[in-house]
Structure formats: structure tokens, C-alpha cells
């Protein structure tokens, strides 16, 4: 998002946290947000109704007069690097131009072309940060030796993690975790882009073995969402 901000300088890009004000000051310090605004929901009340979720799902985008332009765009789990083109084709369509790229932005596509995988910045857990560094071991694992063997030590890795870290969520309510209605919720957006890599992830694996995964072994143990 700060790359974003950066490249369309015509466009005011929101980091809104539905947690606590402290919880957003350390996004803002974690990912060093410059030219993004980071603020906060300061109470369940104001959660949005009937839309809303995390930016791994989709991005809400407004015009200058607040209008929406769309509630939800394409979300990049789902839909690849297209998700990044929907985004920017709707800046456009709002006569937001890109200034040709920034330095940071240069800077991010040579990581991009390089191949290296950036650590995630610590989330001052020390047990999610250990679990992070296994998910990324892992991860340059499969990205050296493309095997098979590789993607399962990935998965079993992700499992672990996402079983660990729902539970944890759930056990102080993060994100509104202990609603069980319609309501907007952070809890279950996240535990659905959790699904959604290890349906990536058991897919890939079933192409390779040859076999695919029962659904029930691709959903993330924690995440029961009520329909």
C-alpha cells in the first residue's frame, strides 16, 4: 500500500485498523507508513454494515466526494496479480495518474525480480514470530527446490501456524472473533484468507501427486463461520 501511495501520489490510500488506536500506530510503524494514513475504528459501532474486510480480500475505494467507486475489489488470494491491475485500473478511472514510479517502488520490484522473500516484521508475539520465520524457511525452501516434499513441509508449516494463531485470536477476541452472527468481523475475513492459501497450497499439491485434497482438509481448522 505505501508503494501504492507513493506511485499515485493523486490518491489518499487508508490503512484502517479494527483494533485498538495502539494496534494501528504499530502498522504504521511496522511497515513504515509514509505517505499512507493509518487510523483506526475507535469502536464496534462504527464497523461498516453490509461491507468491509481485510486488504488481503479486497480493497474499498471511494471518490473524491466519498461516493463508492467499488465496495470490494477483486481479491488477490483469489485472483493473482489481476487483483493489483483492478485497483489501479480504478484509479484511473478516477483520473489518477501513477508519476511514472518512486524510488521505494524501484526498489520493491528488484526485491519482486530477485526472488527474495522479505521477512514479516515481528507482530511483538514471540511465538508468531517463530512460527513466521518457520512459514518463511519453508517458503525459500520450495522457492529452491520446486519439490514436492518442499511443498508439504510448507503446508504442514501453515497449518500449525494458522491453527495456532486462529486460536490465539479467538482466546482474546481479536477482531470481533466471538460474534457468531452477520456482524462485521476481521476474525473470520482473516481465517478465509487462510483458506484460501491452503486451498492454493493443497491444490498445487494435488496437481503434482496427481490426487486432490478433501475440502475438509483444506479448510482452516479454527475458522467456523455461520451462514
Same mark, same amino acid.
Given at each position: ?6 506511485? @499515485? ?36 459501532? @462504527? ?28 481479491? @488477490? ?133 496427481? @490426487? ?16
Amino acid at each position: 500500500m505505501e508503494k501504492w501511495a507513493r506511485k @499515485y501520489p493523486g490518491a489518499q490510500f487508508l490503512c484502517v485498523c479494527v483494533d485498538m488506536v495502539g494496534v494501528a500506530r504499530q502498522f504504521g510503524q511496522m511497515f513504515d507508513f509514509r505517505a499512507v494514513v493509518s487510523c483506526h475504528i475507535p469502536s464496534r459501532e @462504527y464497523f461498516p454494515k453490509g461491507y468491509g474486510q481485510l486488504g488481503c480480500s479486497g480493497f474499498i475505494v471511494a471518490d473524491r466526494e466519498g461516493n463508492f467507486v467499488s465496495r470490494k475489489t477483486k481479491a @488477490y488470494l483469489q485472483f493473482g496479480e489481476m487483483a493489483f491491475g483492478h485497483v489501479e485500473e480504478l484509479l484511473r478511472s478516477q483520473g489518477v495518474a501513477a508519476d511514472g514510479g518512486t524510488e521505494h517502488g524501484k526498489v520493491e520490484e528488484e526485491k519482486k525480480e530477485s526472488g527474495d522473500i522479505e521477512p514479516v516484521p515481528s507482530v511483538g508475539v514471540d511465538s508468531m514470530d517463530e512460527e513466521h520465520k518457520r512459514c518463511e524457511a519453508a517458503l525459500a525452501l520450495l522457492q529452491r527446490t520446486n519439490s514436492v516434499q518442499a511443498l508439504e513441509t510448507l503446508l504442514e508449516a501453515l497449518l500449525a501456524h494458522f491453527d495456532h494463531e486462529e486460536k490465539l485470536m479467538a482466546l482474546h477476541d481479536f477482531g470481533n472473533a466471538s460474534n457468531k452472527g452477520d456482524a462485521f468481523s476481521p476474525f473470520k475475513s482473516h481465517c478465509k484468507d487462510h483458506e484460501r492459501i491452503l486451498e492454493i497450497g493443497f491444490r498445487a499439491l494435488g496437481q503434482a501427486q496427481d @490426487y486432490k485434497s478433501p475440502s475438509s482438509d483444506v479448510e482452516a481448522p479454527n475458522c467456523t463461520t455461520d451462514s
